[in-house]
């Protein structure tokens, strides 16, 4: 999601006149798009915008902007510009579209903080040329064939440790005949259909849900077609068929289960147990015999006794996913979980990653060398 949000900032302000650059000494914007789904991401990109402010660069001036989830985190953005008072431009996750307008009063010296709470909606519909009063934007990019469209934006299943329903706001699906033409302007290679859970995707105009959707756009194409992220509680069975049935479809799937541990999931209020999840994917692999499964798992998350990992950890040998992303559960303020008693010793949260990912590096390996 940042990467494409990245590129699409880099194709306004590209139409807008500027050439993108990823030499950070010689630019004379500096773009910072945050995360702030993990404090670690959260420190990382505030020490580089530390290190950026507090550069000379021989008197040459230089704009700095902060965009993305981090800005729209409550009081954060007023908190950043006192900060550092020569950041010249903050943008929230809902308007990133008036980064040129941004940009241009920089010049002028005008700063820019504007984090609006809902997204304004999309009705203009898709030209050839890059818009730039939203941020739909098809983005080629040279050298790589790798495309991504955003079906849907927010989200609302406010699992109780996630920040994002809370600076992505509510869930909205983009209207089928606009994801339609932006896909028809890729002609090869995989297209990345987009979501914080495609899986809850509903057309506004014609209620077509998501496996609709992928059939639709499968119909006439060359190009191959994934997607980001599913949710488990709501990958369905007809899914799974369409995944296994449809040639036009990936068969690497991303599937974050977050824990093993039923008690834990409940606490996350993901809405499926262990054994749920054990039958959703037995029920893909039955059906799709090369289906290669990747998925997110969070460690320490509050309460987590060794018994609830050690059935996080009987998750991962039973089901040897091709990979994982495994993070230590990470506190985020204005979330249920970072009020939740029995929090794990950052120590303990330590250990259990660095134990689970050794994990699967090993099964990994062995799939690689069978
Ligand atoms: N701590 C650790 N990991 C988290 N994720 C989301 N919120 C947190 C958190 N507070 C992980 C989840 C999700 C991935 C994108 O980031 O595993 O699937
Ligand atoms: Fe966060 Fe859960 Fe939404 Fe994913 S589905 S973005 S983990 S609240």
Do not use: W
């Amino acid at each position: 999601m940042n990467v494409h949000e990245s590129d699409k900032i880099a194709a306004l302000l590209t139409s807008h006149g500027l050439t993108r650059t990823d030499d950070h000494e010689t630019a004379d914007i500096l773009i910072f798009n945050t995360c702030t789904v993990r404090n670690t991401a959260e420190e990382k990109i505030i020490s580089h915008i530390g290190l950026a402010h507090s550069q000379k660069r021989g008197g040459r001036r230089v704009t700095i902007a902060v965009v993305g989830c981090l800005s729209q985190r409550e009081g954060v953005a007023t908190s950043l510009m006192k900060k550092f008072p020569r950041l010249d431009i903050i943008l929230g996750t809902h308007n990133i579209g008036r980064i040129a307008t941004a940009v241009d009063n920089a010049t002028a010296g005008k700063k820019t903080l504007d984090i609006i709470t809902e997204r304004e909606d999309f009705t203009v519909p898709v030209t050839d040329t890059v818009r730039t009063d939203n941020t739909d934007l098809v983005t080629h990019k040279p050298g790589t064939d790798t495309h991504f469209i955003n079906i849907t934006y927010g989200c609302e299943n406010y699992c109780t440790y996630c920040i994002v329903p809370y600076v992505r706001g509510k869930l909205i699906s983009r209207p089928m005949s606009e994801i339609e033409s932006e896909f028809a302007e890729y002609k090869t290679g995989t297209v990345y259909l987009l979501g914080q859970n495609v899986n809850s995707y509903k057309c506004p105009e014609t209620n077509t849900d998501f496996v609709g959707l992928l059939r639709h756009l499968s119909r006439d194409t060359n190009v191959m077609l994934n997607f980001l992220s599913s949710h488990p509680r709501d990958f369905t069975n007809e899914l799974a068929a369409e995944i296994a049935s449809n040639p036009r479809i990936d068969k690497n799937i991303h599937l974050p289960i977050q824990s093993g541990s039923t008690r834990i999931l409940k606490l996350m209020n993901r809405g499926y147990t262990a054994d749920d999840f054990r039958a959703k994917i037995a029920n893909l692999r039955a059906l799709c015999v090369d289906v290669k499964l990747t998925t997110d798992i969070i460690c320490g998350f509050p309460s987590e006794t060794d018994d609830d990992f050690a059935e996080t950890m009987q998750l991962v040998r039973d089901i040897k996913f091709n990979a994982a992303f495994i993070f230590p559960y990470s506190r985020r303020s204005g979330t249920p979980a970072d009020k939740m008693p029995d929090q794990i010793p950052q120590k303990i949260k330590k250990e259990r990653t660095t134990k689970l990912i050794e994990l699967q590096r090993q099964i990994a390996n062995a799939k690689i060398q069978p």
